[in-house]
């Protein structure tokens, strides 16, 4: 990655620098941080040569090359010093808890209203609502459209920002274009590299924040890291990793909660890591219990489904969805473990890096 001695190369500077990297059949992309912009390089940034020209150039401060898969997201990256915030929070400083359907209803569309200012008034502090749902039967309904207006109505009626999965580009498109705060991407989508490329692309001049959940097919720690690469790379370095379980889960179980694999992340990179208790486990009697056990392991925030009246809801609200009363302990809970896990940093792997 390229840094320069000013907080951004200008205009005249960057494509000087880019047609030294064309000479070497790379490219760079800019990615701002809260201080500085920084400039990675795409293609194989070894070359002797091509690294001294730049590193030449009286704008540049210097050239950092590294062997790690994922540049970027690597604890070791510049952008290691970028701070990540929504809702007056710093993620990493403060927890973070994301709460909400799991889809939003469309025939009923007050019942999510009614459920956004119940979770503000819980404690949490961004506002999530399904309105594009990955099925496994293609015959099971897929969200619709119409919930995007229903969100961004609680948004202005509750001032929380809001989180909204998208599937494809077309989604990732009107979800930009309506100003969504924190873009989701499912398990489902967790590898699905030309669209977390896009997502990156299309969001690189915005403060739009990007939970990457892990995919449930997912084995080494490296593979859910240089999923979110792919983000960064596109020009997006607001990326929030997010555990959600693994298959298959133990009886009993939607999934095999895997939010133990938070120091793992934590020692290799410095994206913040907030876990989904709901999907990990699948039912709303044991969410409280993975949603604390993954503030104990280090997470910086979770994210939960809460709903006013879950037997009323659709997808899978009925089974996995708190209601906003546990929502408000659990919110109490999480904030003293929380506390608690500051005194013992220590005792972590990545106490050197922070």
């Keep these: 990655m390229i840094l320069p001695k000013a907080p ?7 494509a000087e620098v880019l047609e030294i990297l064309s000479e070497f059949d790379c490219s760079a992309t800019p990615i701002a941080g809260e201080t500085r912009t920084i400039y990675a ?5 070894r070359h002797e040569l091509m690294i001294n020209r730049i590193e030449g150039l009286p704008y540049i401060d210097r050239v950092d090359t590294m062997q790690s898969p994922y540049k ?34 469309p025939r009923n569309p007050e019942l999510f209203i009614e459920t956004a200012h119940a979770i503000k008034e819980a404690g949490a502090h961004v506002l999530r609502g399904g309105v594009w749902k990955p099925r496994t039967s293609p015959h099971s309904y897929q969200g619709d459209a119409k919930a995007l207006e229903t969100l961004l109505r609680a948004r202005e009626a509750t001032g929380l920002p809001v989180n909204a ?26 590898l699905n590299y030309s669209l977390l490329r896009k997502i990156g692309e299309l969001t690189a001049d915005k403060n739009t924040l990007v939970l990457l959940k892990r995919s449930m097919h997912m084995g080494p720690i490296s593979e859910f890291i240089c999923a979110a690469e792919y983000i960064v790379a596109g020009g997006n370095a607001n990326v929030l990793m997010c555990p959600r379980g693994t298959a298959p889960g133990p009886e009993g179980f939607r999934n095999n909660p895997d939010e133990s694999i938070t120091p793992l992340i ?11 208790p709901s999907h990990s486990v699948g039912k709303a009697d044991y969410v409280p219990h993975a949603a604390l056990a993954a503030i104990a392991y280090g997470a910086d925030g979770l994210c939960i489904e809460c709903h006013t009246n879950p037997p009323k809801g659709i997808g899978d609200d009925p089974k996995q969805a708190i209601r906003p009363e546990v929502l408000r302990r659990l919110i109490k809970d999480a904030e003293v473990i929380y506390e608690m896990k500051k005194e013992f940093q220590g005792y972590l792997p990545t106490a050197a890096h922070h």
């Design 72 to 105: 970027l997201m690597d604890i070791q990256s510049e952008l290691a010093k970028n701070k990540i915030r929504i809702n007056n929070r710093i993620l990493g400083q403060d927890l973070l808890i994301v709460a909400g359907h799991c889809t939003i209803d």
């Design 165 to 190: 999965e998208v599937m494809d580009e077309d989604q990732l498109q009107m979800a930009v274009e309506s100003g969504a705060d924190m873009l989701q991407i499912g398990t489902r989508n967790a």
């Design 41 to 45: 390089i795409r293609g194989d940034e």
């Design 266 to 276: 934590k020692q290799r990179t410095w994206a913040p890591v907030v876990v989904d």
């Design 8 to 14: 951004a190369l200008t205009e005249a500077q960057f």
